[in-house]
């Protein structure tokens, strides 16, 4: 059995870009917060997986940088009102705050896909630096946390976004515990589809997230005996199989493998932020590898059953029942928008 994950505090510090998540039929108009707070939400990637942490009663701060503007005030207000720490988040006063919304829609098979429109270009977050990791609050966050969480999406919205990754992921300024990352490969944001500079930030981490058909893009397989041999250097890799399972290798290349829960699909997107939540969780507790796969399939099926990008967890009695049940009650446990049920059964 592959042994916890040593952890030094229980915090972590989320790197990357929060954005705003506008509602598909207010895109096209100039939303204001007076009158349109109910189309507004606290989105990215490492907003959401800070504000899980939070959600799970695990202390998290958010590192970044955000515009002088409506929807940087919005970011802030809900992060802050979601007790996640914001003292290392700076102001840009020229550059704007990153938007997006989302349209979501069955293929020709019938599975839901989510296509998102960014407006992202020039923002206040694209426009950090290796710099940025100097500042006293930054270096403050990292020195307090046992878990520095960030991902390929960070690299890819600029040239000094790119020398920031590799710095944080090489040097470490600062960092005294983990370094967590999510490849979260987004092709529209590399146009010349080259994944090298991800897989090498990936291979410097301690622990690497990544979803099996991402990998099968990045890196051309999701067979873990091959990704390993591509990422040898990470204490653990963590490959996501979508609704089928998620396994954990270690660099021996023993695995642990835990199937997902069923789940009643409402909206995906979300979902691989709301697994890294959920997994951190269970990593900085010290739980052991199939308890931090666990957590982390709850996280995802509870996001899967809403429209936003992120869910509150399950109440603890349940989360402390799935984590503690045999494997073939596991198995026969689904999630819908209504709750939680073993063959039917309330939890």
């Given amino acids: 059995m592959q042994e916890p994950i040593k952890r030094s505090t229980d915090r972590v510090a989320a790197l990357g870009e929060a954005l705003v998540l506008r509602s598909a039929a207010g895109a096209d108009a100039e939303l204001h917060l007076a009158g349109a707070q109910a189309e507004l939400h606290l989105a990215g990637a490492e907003?959401?997986?800070?504000?899980?942490?939070?959600?799970?009663?695990?202390?998290?701060?958010?590192v970044g940088r955000l515009g002088d503007d409506a929807f940087g005030a919005l970011i802030r207000s809900e992060l802050a009102g979601r007790g996640v720490d914001i003292s290392a988040v700076e102001t840009d006063p020229i550059r704007p705050t990153g938007h997006y919304y989302?349209?979501?829609?069955?293929?020709?098979?019938?599975?839901?896909?989510?296509?998102?429109?960014?407006?992202r270009a020039g923002s206040a977050a694209s426009a950090v630096d290796p710099g940025f990791l100097d500042s006293a609050a930054v270096a403050s966050v990292f020195g307090h946390a046992s878990v520095v969480h960030c991902s390929g999406i960070t690299a890819a919205l600029s040239d000094t976004c790119l020398a920031?990754?590799?710095?944080?992921?090489?040097?470490?300024?600062?960092?005294?515990?983990?370094?967590?990352?999510?490849?979260?490969?987004?092709?529209?944001?590399?146009?010349?589809?080259?994944?090298?500079?991800?897989?090498?930030?990936?291979?410097?981490?301690d622990l690497v997230l990544v979803g099996g058909d991402e990998a099968i893009r990045v890196m051309g397989t999701d067979d873990?005996?091959?990704?390993?041999?591509?990422?040898?250097?990470?204490?653990?890799?963590?490959?996501?199989?979508?609704?089928?399972?998620?396994?954990?290798?270690?660099?021996?290349?023993?695995?642990?493998?835990?199937?997902a829960l069923s789940v009643a699909v409402v909206e995906p997107v979300g979902a691989g932020d709301a697994f890294a939540a959920g997994f951190l969780t269970g990593v900085v507790r010290g739980e052991d590898m199939a308890a931090c796969l666990r957590r982390g399939h709850l996280g995802a099926a509870v996001t899967l059953t809403v429209v936003a990008d992120s869910a509150p967890p399950p109440p603890d009695e349940t989360v402390h029942h799935l984590l503690t049940c045999s494997a073939r009650e596991w198995a026969a446990t689904s999630v819908t928008a209504d709750g939680i049920s073993v063959q039917g059964v309330s939890l």
């Fill in 102 to 119: 989302k349209i979501t829609a069955a293929d020709e098979t019938g599975e839901l896909r989510t296509e998102s429109r960014y407006s």
């Fill in 224 to 259: 873990p005996a091959a990704l390993r041999r591509i990422l040898p250097n990470p204490a653990t890799l963590v490959i996501k199989d979508g609704a089928h399972r998620a396994i954990a290798v270690d660099r021996a290349g023993a695995t642990i493998d835990v199937p």
């Fill in 164 to 205: 920031l990754m590799h710095r944080l992921v090489t040097d470490r300024p600062g960092i005294t515990g983990l370094v967590s990352f999510d490849v979260n490969w987004r092709e529209q944001l590399w146009p010349d589809g080259d994944p090298a500079e991800v897989i090498a930030l990936a291979d410097r981490a």
């Fill in 47 to 62: 907003a959401n997986v800070a504000a899980g942490l939070v959600a799970w009663g695990v202390p998290a701060s958010f």
